[in-house]
């Protein structure tokens, strides 16, 4: 799973055995570890969630995705989901979790688990 943040905007892209476990169990995670402290991302299935949620806790980001949306997404031809929250204080987040597509470019990357390009 790759992790993408800029400004007040998260973007998750998981290749297709990483949709796979999160469909399976709900749960999905990644790791970087800089020796001193170790940061965490984590995509969840949660019951009480309507649209994507976010939380930044423990040197972890965790988005909540409703378990409606999870159910089949690894077999649907739907490539991802996007929320904006707004808080209460007008702050605005912005999130979006995707499959993750093979590059168009040239890359050095392993892409062989990534989905197909529709524009390829």
Aim: glycine share 4%.
């Amino acid at each position: 799973m790759k992790i993408r943040i800029r400004g007040n905007s998260i973007r998750y892209r998981l290749t297709k055995s990483e949709v796979e476990t999160f469909c399976a169990t709900g749960r999905y995670e990644e790791s970087t570890n800089f020796g001193n402290s170790v940061f965490t991302y984590v995509l969840e299935a949660k019951e009480a969630t309507a649209v994507l949620d976010a939380e930044f806790k423990d040197n972890t980001i965790t988005l909540f995705m409703s378990k409606e949306m999870s159910v089949g997404w690894y077999t649907s031809n739907e490539i991802g989901f996007r929320h904006t929250l707004v808080r209460a204080d007008n702050f605005e987040l912005s999130l979006l979790v995707e499959k993750d597509f093979v590059c168009m470019d040239e890359t050095i990357e392993d892409q062989c688990d990534n989905y197909p390009n529709p524009k390829a």
